[in-house]
């Protein structure tokens, strides 16, 4: 055989699994290997749980599906696609949620996200009384099913703060075996797990190749080049660099060894989290330059595969910085025109001071007790993706470095400030670069450094001056103690933008209308969001454009009585489920929480 | 979405409640439970409900739960969620919850979920 097939067939053998570093080849482990990915949401959790110990909670005989999809002609499934099972790993009690990838894709909704929510809360009250009960979660989805669009929006943002509270008290452990993938608002879950375990054919992304191509072009991301995805999104990228702890071949016996590792590992260090990790984040996106951008198989040199400082140096910007690598790179296929929205209210809100940029994109203004923080279009971003108002990579490493120095000056002030997410942005930033970077991993960052202050004491009021899309709230607002908006048609919040939600679930953009009107959780229309229980004041102003003086007093005078509100509630998001609206729209939700909480304990026979 | 209802004739009890399948691209899911106590005897049916995404296949769904519960008559309640499977797959999937199921008047296990 000639050096080039050696070669060949060592590699094809090292991709199956079959050969370690410097070894031979042992076909025979190839031959006994079981898929694990293979195998559907419930033998996924048997199969990592000790044999004989599952106990599946809200089962299908439970029946809480979906209550959204059979109006919308969609096949509802008994579980919502959503396995919570209790049973032990290495003789540790654990819980498991495991999400089918082949019902919707997996797609988080009001049911399905209710349950792993409530699943991780239950964990972190057990172990809070003296049992610690280790997560994990086995993350195969697209993302938010955008059949309930804000429900599943809302869910995601409930799920990344019940999976901070379990955190630190024990480990949660992210599994992405494929063939789905680990995407949409679920890939920001995994970015903040204590151990994330992948195998080469699973992915983890923000944004799915297909979406980047529809919002900017087959010139951004080609859909159709498997390498190329692999080579952003792939297990063997996100291990090489330092996105994810452990690669492992897809086998059952080898996923379950490296759990039961993880889980045995116990919770990392107060610090120690990607998600925390600010020094590094920055340090990393200074390797960037996004005029000239690296190759994936070049980042995993210039960062290395541990998440720390990273070895390459930062990118002295070229002379063609800043500009577009080609013509219309930063186009939008929103065809959005940038909104000064967010810009027009942070500086109307913070009357006597001018917000200052903490990045071009980021503006940040101080009055007495309350920082306001707004994300805006900045036509000169080098990340070219994010011009619009976008949060892209910079963005959130800037808001997550804003709320980690606010909640850290006011460690020892009596009363601590308040802070103002001011959001009108179009959604996150749609890129290579971002996907490459890992734009699930700083959302990340942004979100647990939100829900820190807010567990410390700090209110934070969301104010939705315009649009509120996607990951881009998922950052920049889903995880403040009060949201408000104003109500105003040019308000709108939303999982995704019209005409691609009508893409994606194979609706024209008049029948996605028609649905919207009976289906709340799907309606652009802000005042049908307002009525899904999380919305803490909609407000009439005169001009949401150019606002008058008394609308900048009503909105005030609404903030004041939100941060109020806030310092005498709750530090989590547990009050979205008890307005008058959530008990009414929230139904379903409410009834997972009050039924897992009742099968939680009770004893096998029972 | 469409749903139907069927009832067949049926003398089998299942010993346990019996859950199989994916609401998934060209499959679904059947969930099977033991009916009231006591329900056997000669006019006792199986009560089938289905919930389908694809529409104005009424007729092949009563050739095939015909065929199928004349051949293994298994009452109780039997809920199917279908995102568009074939014929012999629907089969195949009755066909496993029937057997996951056991009966209920030999000495075969207990109730297991």
């Not at chain 1, 190329?228 to 297990?235: E, F, K, P, Q, T």
């Amino acid at each position: 055989m000639t050096p080039a097939t050696d070669a060949a067939r060592d590699e094809a053998a090292r991709a199956l699994g079959a050969i370690a570093e410097g070894q031979s080849i042992d076909w025979e482990h190839v031959l006994h290997r079981h898929s694990f990915l293979e195998l559907d949401a419930l033998g996924r959790a048997e199969a990592l749980l000790d044999d004989g110990t599952v106990r599946v909670l809200c089962g299908p005989f439970e029946r809480l599906e979906s209550p959204w999809l059979q109006p919308q002609d969609v096949t509802p499934q008994s579980d919502d696609g959503v396995v919570i099972a209790r049973g032990t790993i290495g003789g540790t009690a654990v819980v498991i949620a495991s999400i089918e990838q082949k019902f919707q894709g997996g797609g988080i909704g009001e049911v399905s996200g209710a349950k792993i929510t409530q699943a991780l809360r239950l964990a972190a009250a057990s172990s809070r009384q003296g049992t610690p009960i280790p997560a994990v979660l086995l993350l195969e989805t697209g993302g938010v099913r955008l059949q309930e669009a804000n429900l599943g929006l809302n869910a995601v943002a409930e799920i990344c703060s019940a999976l901070l509270e379990l955190r630190a008290l024990a480990p949660v452990i992210g599994v992405v075996a494929g063939s789905v993938g680990s995407f949409g608002g679920v890939s920001i879950a995994a970015g903040l797990c204590t151990h994330v375990i992948i195998t080469p054919e699973g992915r983890i992304g923000l944004n799915g190749a297909a979406v980047i191509e529809q919002e900017a072009g087959a010139e951004e991301f080609d859909s159709s080049d498997r390498s190329l995805i692999w080579a952003v999104d792939g297990g063997e990228q996100r291990r090489g660099t330092g996105l994810a702890d452990t690669l492992v071949v897809d086998d059952v016996g080898e996923l379950r060894d490296a759990v039961r590792d993880a889980v045995a590992a116990g919770p990392a260090a107060p610090g120690s989290y990607r998600s925390e990790r600010l020094d590094v984040l920055d340090a990393r996106l200074a390797t960037i330059d996004p005029a000239n951008p690296p190759e994936p198989r070049q980042l995993r040199e210039m960062w290395g595969d541990s998440y720390a400082a990273p070895p390459a140096k930062p990118a002295v910007p070229s002379a063609s910085s800043g500009a577009e690598p080609r013509p219309g790179a930063s186009r939008s296929g929103s065809s959005m025109q940038p909104s000064e929205r967010g810009r027009t209210w942070i500086t109307a809100l913070a009357a006597g001071t001018t917000p200052r940029p903490v990045i071009g994109s980021v503006l940040r203004a101080d009055t007495d007790g309350t920082t306001y923080l707004a994300v805006v279009p900045d036509p000169h971003n080098p990340f070219y993706r994010a011009r619009q108002g976008q949060v892209g990579l910079t963005e959130c490493a800037a808001l997550a470095r804003q709320y980690r120095e606010i909640a850290a000056a006011d460690t020892h002030r009596g009363e601590r400030r308040a802070i103002v997410a001011v959001v009108d942005l179009p959604s996150q930033a749609y890129g290579r670069i971002e996907e490459m970077a890992g734009l699930h991993q700083t959302i990340a960052a942004a979100v647990d450094a939100t829900e820190a202050a807010r567990v410390a004491g700090h209110p934070i009021v969301a104010l939705v001056v315009g649009h509120a899309l996607s990951g881009g709230f998922l950052t920049h607002g889903l995880q403040s103690s009060q949201i408000l908006a104003l109500d105003d048609p040019g308000v709108e919040i939303h999982a995704m933008h019209k005409q691609a939600a009508a893409r994606i679930t194979l609706r024209t953009v008049d029948q996605l209308d028609e649905f919207a009107k009976k289906i709340p959780p799907l309606s652009y229309n802000v005042r049908d969001w307002a009525t899904l229980g999380f919305c803490d004041g909609l407000l009439e102003v005169a001009n949401a454009e150019s606002p008058t003086d008394d609308d900048v007093q009503t909105v005030a005078e609404a903030i004041s009585g939100a941060v109020a509100r806030a310092r005498s509630g709750p530090v989590d998001l547990s009050n979205r489920l008890e307005s008058a609206d959530a008990r009414k729209n929230r139904k379903a939700s409410r009834t997972v929480r009050d039924t897992l909480s009742r099968e939680w304990d009770e004893q096998p026979g029972q | 979405m469409r749903t139907m209802h069927y009832q067949f004739p049926a003398s089998r009890s299942p010993a346990r409640r019996v859950h199989v399948g994916v609401v998934g691209s060209g499959d679904l899911e059947v969930l099977l439970e033991p009916g009231p106590a006591g329900g056997g005897g000669a006019a006792a049916h199986a009560q089938i409900r289905v919930r389908t995404s694809v529409e104005g296949f009424d007729e092949v769904w009563q050739a095939t739960l015909e065929r199928f519960f004349a051949r293994t008559p298994v009452l109780g309640d039997w809920e199917l969620n279908d995102a568009g499977a074939t014929p012999a797959l629907v089969t195949l999937r009755l066909q496993q919850a029937a057997e996951a199921a056991g009966s209920a008047d030999t000495a075969e296990s207990k109730e297991a979920s």
